[in-house]
């Protein structure tokens, strides 16, 4: 009887033994798991890191190149200034330009454009009629911004057009701003490029909230398309779109003598 109850009582501490080394080899077994896959999302993380430091770089590279070619190729006598290496001056005369002409939109957000400058069908009256500007889709209460600076000759209500802002710039430009729901600034004013003159709207002879954008030179009505695309990065642009104003006249302001 009692040999009997030794056998069964090694017999348990042999299962104990088994059970414990089990249960250590599986603790081990799941540690090194846990820290294979730990090990392997950082390094994965790394590897994805890399790559967009090494994508980083070359963009920065690129652009360093662009830069330079930039400066070789800057006019460093204005005497030498055309319309055709105009792409080539210095990026402080540049913005002189594109502060003193119309350039880019009337507000911060996307363009998009309802109706385009030229000859259309008139949306009320359904007469063939010339469009004098661009519609452009706004919300009512949108910032709208002028587009260089210059002097409000006009801000009041006209038939057709409604609430409605006319800036004069130097040169012979100017640009109007309709349909607005609110005019900000009065008659007189000098406004600098980009202020806000007024919020989009509905006011007038219109369909839905839009701004009615005019460019006008000397009294002519001009395309305000190409205006609105001008940019430092694309600056011979207007010159090659815009055949109606003599440019070259303009070439004196950025130091051309
Ligand atoms: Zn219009």
């Given at each position: ?71 070789k ?5 204005l ?12 990026k ?18 996307h ?14 009256s ?11 889709k ?36 100017r ?83």
């Amino acid at each position: 009887m009692n040999k009997n109850n030794n056998e069964n009582y090694l017999t348990k501490i042999k299962n104990n033994k088994f059970l414990i080394i089990s249960i250590f080899l599986a603790i081990f077994l799941g540690i090194t798991i846990y820290f294979f896959i730990l090990k392997n999302i950082e390094f994965e993380k790394y590897k994805e890191n890399a790559k967009q430091d090494s994508e980083l770089a070359k963009i920065y590279k690129e652009e360093l190149l662009e830069r330079e070619i930039e400066k070789k190729n800057e006019i460093k006598n204005l005497k030498e200034l055309t319309l055709d290496n105009i792409q080539n001056i210095p990026k402080n005369k540049k913005e002189l330009l594109l502060n003193i002409i119309p350039s880019g939109k009337p507000f911060k957000k996307h363009v998009k454009i309802n109706s385009y400058f030229g000859l259309r069908v008139h949306p009320i009256s359904r007469r063939k009629k010339m469009h004098n500007g661009l519609d452009l889709k706004v919300n009512i209460g949108d910032d709208i911004m002028t587009t260089a600076m210059g002097k409000v000759i006009f801000a009041g209500t006209q038939r057709g057009s409604g609430k409605m802002v006319i800036i004069e710039h130097s040169f012979g430009f100017r640009t109007s701003y309709s349909h607005l729901n609110k005019i900000n600034v009065k008659l007189g004013q000098i406004v600098g490029k980009g202020k806000v003159i007024g919020e989009g709207g509905n006011t007038g002879l219109s369909t839905g909230p839009h701004l009615h954008y005019e460019v006008e030179y000397y009294g002519r009505e001009l395309n305000p398309k190409p205006f609105m695309d001008w940019n430092e990065k694309n600056f011979n642009s207007l010159f090659i779109a815009e055949k109606n104003v003599s440019w070259e006249k303009f070439l004196t302001i950025i130091g051309k003598n």
